[in-house]
């Protein structure tokens, strides 16, 4: 990955990437750059962050507005034999300080704004690194890109394929993040590899390729390894979801593969609507991290013109990658039903959580995995991964039914069960029914009934319509009506359940044991 896009440009790739806004570590650089320009951004960046300290085996962590530049610093530092750590500028200080304590980096590369913040919570960010890198050049405890600039990259050094490469965070929707450590062999070998395979559906050299993403993520490392390798036509990146703002980006350069965050399909889905949508030549819509509810991914297909768009949504996580993938259409839209483990990789099975023996199938469990894709372990946390780890089998903490054929129904994650109900299910029937609800999320609660919260576009919700939709499920609490900036979130737009329970009724404590999370 430090000579990605070397070995692009040396290759001819024509890519031509498209940026909704500039790079926050090259503000003068422009929003439009051909792939030699990429690897030349890649190589200065090296350069500084050799200069700033960073060595061999040390860790850089980066903390920073959404943006993929996220993935040219991670080059860069894999590049010099350093193992990048990236690390949402959407944390809250308390959970910076606490993960940046377990990296230790050398270097922290990040902005006035997050060390600003964390400054009015206690929380001094620069305490918990050799060097800490301001890119904007405004924090006077923080060095600047311009005092490190001009310094010759080293000569690159290429990770052993099982030794740490780079290191994310999951998305921390009970608690605190946790710190996933990939290697070469399991995000490259394992996962990217596989995704830069052609085939018939996969990214085309006439594409344009746009992603709506959570570039702290993991899942960005990999895709900028197989977009890069698939070589499409252009690569449209977008950093935001306000719908004003997307627009005239994505009609300026229309789609025909789209990969985006579950949340941010669904803010960005008035879009679908106008007469001259953005979305009108996708062929392939892709969505991860989160679950999709039904009337999202049908206004998405509806309002592409092509006869037969296709939607693949995967089901993995962060420690794992996919585990299952399945293709949407218009006709078959059930978004539950997230296929079969990935051919020839992947196996699962589905366990008793009680007992940890495997069920019948048809019968609900959670779901344990085996994949070459699994991560080297949680940084800090290494009890913590063990107990997640049995005989070579990797408890996704996710309930679900296998199917006689070999199909996953997702149910909940084990910390959200509730005996009978599915909470998933109810929030896709209620957001099917209730045309006025963008989201819905059913919260499980220790001692009372589920609370529902819903989320509508004036902040009204019609009671004599609700109750009908609800009619023929089990006992739930009145619903919550809250806007959708109410709800916390993650920096992958998740609804952080946990914080949202506790905000609403005084504890986070729920139905389930939470043993997995």
């Avoid at 995000?187 to 570039?215: F, H, K, Q, W």
């Avoid at 005996?419 to 099917?432: H, I, Q, T, W």
Wanted: hydrophobic share 45%; proline share 8%; aromatic share 4%.
């Amino acid at each position: 990955m430090g000579v990605l896009f070397d070995e692009c440009a040396d290759r001819g790739h024509a890519t031509t990437v498209h940026l909704d806004r500039v790079f926050d570590i090259a503000p003068d650089a422009g929003i439009v750059h051909d792939i030699p320009a990429l690897a030349e951004l890649v190589r200065a960046t090296a350069g500084w962050l050799a200069a700033a300290g960073a060595r061999r085996g040390d860790r850089v962590a980066i903390v920073k507005d959404n943006h993929w530049d996220y993935d040219l610093l991670a080059c860069a530092a894999v590049r010099i034999g350093a193992v990048p750590a990236k690390l949402s500028g959407g944390l809250p200080p308390g959970s910076l300080a606490v993960l940046l304590g377990r990296l230790d980096p050398a270097v922290l590369v990040t902005t006035a704004t997050v060390l600003s913040a964390a400054r009015e919570e206690g929380v001094e960010l620069t305490a918990l690194s050799r060097v800490t890198v301001d890119l904007t050049g405004a924090d006077p405890m923080a060095r600047t890109v311009a005092d490190l600039r001009g310094h010759d990259a080293p000569p690159p050094v290429r990770p052993s394929d099982d030794a740490p490469l780079v290191i994310m965070h999951t998305s921390g929707t009970t608690g605190l993040p946790k710190l996933v450590a990939h290697s070469t062999g399991t995000i490259i070998g394992a996962l990217a590899r596989m995704e830069a395979t052609p085939t018939p559906i996969s990214v085309r050299r006439t594409d344009t390729l746009a992603n709506l993403s959570a570039y702290a993520h993991g899942r960005t490392f990999c895709w900028t390894a197989s977009a890069l390798s698939l070589v499409p036509q252009r690569i449209l990146v977008l950093t935001g979801a306000d719908p004003d703002l997307a627009d005239p980006v994505l009609r300026a350069h229309p789609p025909t593969v789209v990969e985006a965050l579950p949340a941010t399909y669904v803010r960005l889905q008035p879009l679908t609507t106008r007469l001259d949508n953005a979305f009108r030549d996708v062929r392939l819509f892709m969505s991860t991290y989160d679950a999709m509810h039904p009337p999202t991914v049908r206004a998405y297909l509806a309002a592409s013109a092509r006869r037969r768009p296709l939607w693949m949504q995967g089901w993995g996580q962060s420690e794992t990658g996919p585990i299952t993938f399945r293709f949407l259409t218009r006709r078959a839209a059930d978004v539950r039903d997230v296929g079969r483990p990935v051919p020839f990789r992947t196996r699962l099975r589905v366990v008793d959580p009680d007992t940890l023996v495997p069920v019948p199938r048809g019968h609900p469990g959670v779901v344990q995995v085996r994949t070459p894709a699994r991560c080297l372990g949680y940084v800090g946390e290494d009890d913590r991964f063990a107990g997640k780890c049995a005989q070579g089998w990797w408890n996704t903490g996710d309930v679900a039914v296998l199917s006689r054929t070999g199909r996953v129904r997702l149910l909940d994650r084990e910390v959200d069960r509730l005996p009978g109900m599915s909470c998933l299910a109810v929030e896709d029937l209620v957001e099917d029914l209730l045309d006025e609800v963008v989201e819905c999320v059913v919260l499980n609660r220790r001692g009372g009934p589920p609370l529902p919260v819903v989320v509508t576009a004036d902040g009204t919700l019609d009671r004599a319509a609700w109750t009908a939709a609800v009619a023929d499920l089990p006992a739930m609490a009145d619903p919550l009506v809250l806007g959708w900036d109410d709800l916390p979130r993650t920096g992958t737009g998740k609804v952080r359940r946990t914080a949202l329970l506790a905000a609403l009724t005084g504890s986070a404590a729920t139905a389930g044991t939470g043993r997995w999370t």
